[in-house]
């Protein structure tokens, strides 16, 4: 089977939509630069967004072309395991409990991935924290200074200019 055009059912279903390519990224939660990028077939919608698309698509021609890109999507980010090759070109089928293991390595991953961005999250966190702790301390210095001042430079006074006389 041929794969889908994602650049052209995007576009049309964007078009069926009514709505520009700013309206679809808001609708998204994409920028208006992705959605460009989709429709020139640069880049590629994620799963959740697409599935998000499919939600606000109504039925019809582009709905079915959207839910063909969907399901070849999901074969892309999560394809079910087929078997290996075995002898004479057959297809030995995976043994029970074998996409279970593949689920838990993957699960694995994912919890370190998350953990480090949880790390990286409370460090950015902590750093916030400190620039809001100097910028509270210099606004209060600079509030201190003002207080303090005397008035920037005193205006000249004019004195009358003696007049000569004759």
Excluded: F
Excluded at 12 to 19: A, D, H, I, N, S
Excluded at 26 to 35: E, Q, S
Excluded at 98 to 111: A, H, P, Q, V, Y
């Amino acid at each position: 089977m041929e794969e889908m055009n994602a650049a052209k059912v995007v576009k049309k279903v964007r078009q069926r939509l009514e709505v520009s390519q700013e309206g679809l990224a808001r609708l998204l939660n994409a920028t208006k630069g992705a959605v460009q990028h989709w429709e020139r077939g640069r880049n590629r919608p994620d799963l959740a967004r697409l599935l998000a698309l499919r939600q606000l698509c109504p039925p019809g021609v582009e709905r079915k072309e959207l839910e063909t890109l969907i399901k070849e999507t999901q074969a892309h980010v999560a394809p079910l395991p087929m078997g290996q090759p075995g002898p004479g070109g057959k297809i030995i089928p995976p043994q029970p409990g074998e996409s279970l293991i593949l689920l838990r390595r993957d699960n694995n991953k994912l919890r370190k991935q998350v953990a480090k961005l949880e790390a990286a999250l409370k460090r950015r966190s902590e750093q916030l924290r400190i620039l809001e702790d100097l910028a509270t301390e210099l606004q209060r210095d600079m509030a201190k200074l003002r207080a303090g001042q005397s008035p920037a430079t005193p205006e000249p006074v004019s004195s009358p200019v003696p007049q000569a006389t004759e």
